[in-house]
């Protein structure tokens, strides 16, 4: 008996709506909700596709089952989720966000000098 498969299909898109392309969108396939082993055979378990020009990567089938999703594009902040998935075809559409400002505790912006001591 075959374990369902499913057809993922990312669209990552920025916050405006456009595509972003050549984002690396890496799938680990997590866990089947199915338990059912091959013996001897180790199936795939991680794919990493770039984006086209559509920002749109689509994945080869993979089993049913619990899957970790993450985005990484330059200039954005990288994504990262767990989805559960029990369809034959699923679509996720990820919004990327701007980086956030960095921050560090040595350096200039640290604002530990301009503490005053608590008494």
């Known amino acids: 008996m075959a374990r369902p498969a499913t057809q993922i299909r990312v669209e990552v898109k920025n916050p405006s709506g ?3 392309e ?13 338990q059912i082993f091959k013996l001897g055979k180790r199936e795939a378990k991680h794919w990493e596709i770039r ?3 559509q ?3 689509n994945f080869p089938s993979i089993p049913q089952g619990t899957i970790r999703l993450q985005v990484i594009a330059k200039d954005f902040q990288t994504f990262g989720k767990n989805y559960d998935i029990d369809e034959s075809q699923k ?6 966000k701007p980086p956030q400002k960095q921050y560090s ?8 000098s301009d503490k005053k001591p608590n008494r």
């Open 91 to 96: 679509t996720i559409e990820i919004g990327l």
């Open 51 to 53: 984006t086209n020009l």
């Open 18 to 20: 456009k595509p972003v």
């Open 55 to 57: 920002g749109v990567a």
């Open 22 to 34: 050549r984002a690396a969108v890496i799938l680990d396939f997590l866990g089947s909700h199915h």
């Open 105 to 112: 505790v040595y350096g200039p912006s640290s604002d530990s």
